[in-house]
């Protein structure tokens, strides 16, 4: 077991890093906006100039466009609307998404917060 002033130096460590993962937090957001504004840019280029089938050589890099397919998440409300529409019974449904809700895997961690006092 560690000695109090050990523990005052964690605590504090952890602090300090916990505020420096915030501040590369948000220079990561930033560069992220900024990177999704260069690419939409450079998709309304090729898209305008019909070359979205077209590779681009760029100095030792390759640009190709290519599209993906996103899917929503599953919800609660979605596994329940669409077992009603199958089943045609709202009652059957709703036991059925309760079940699949209820009988889900779950884990419990320890953690710590950082909470700013009032003064």
Do not use: P, W
């Given at each position: 077991m560690t000695d109090k002033n050990q523990l005052k130096q964690f605590i504090n460590d952890f602090i300090t890093l916990n505020k420096e993962e915030e501040i590369y937090k948000e220079k990561m957001k930033n560069l992220k906006t900024k990177k999704d504004k260069i690419h939409d840019t450079i998709i309304n280029y090729m898209s305008n100039n019909d070359i979205l089938d077209k590779e681009i050589i760029f100095e030792n890099n390759k640009i190709k466009c290519?599209?993906?397919?996103?899917?929503?998440?599953?919800?609660?409300?979605?596994?329940?609307?669409?077992?009603?529409?199958?089943?045609k019974d709202e009652n059957l449904a709703t036991q059925a998404t309760n079940y699949i809700y209820n009988d889900r895997n779950s884990s419990q961690k320890l953690v710590l917060k950082i909470l700013d006092l009032k003064k």
């Amino acid at each position: 077991m560690t000695d109090k002033n050990q523990l005052k130096q964690f605590i504090n460590d952890f602090i300090t890093l916990n505020k420096e993962e915030e501040i590369y937090k948000e220079k990561m957001k930033n560069l992220k906006t900024k990177k999704d504004k260069i690419h939409d840019t450079i998709i309304n280029y090729m898209s305008n100039n019909d070359i979205l089938d077209k590779e681009i050589i760029f100095e030792n890099n390759k640009i190709k466009c290519g599209s993906s397919k996103t899917t929503e998440s599953i919800t609660k409300k979605l596994i329940f609307e669409r077992l009603k529409q199958f089943l045609k019974d709202e009652n059957l449904a709703t036991q059925a998404t309760n079940y699949i809700y209820n009988d889900r895997n779950s884990s419990q961690k320890l953690v710590l917060k950082i909470l700013d006092l009032k003064k």
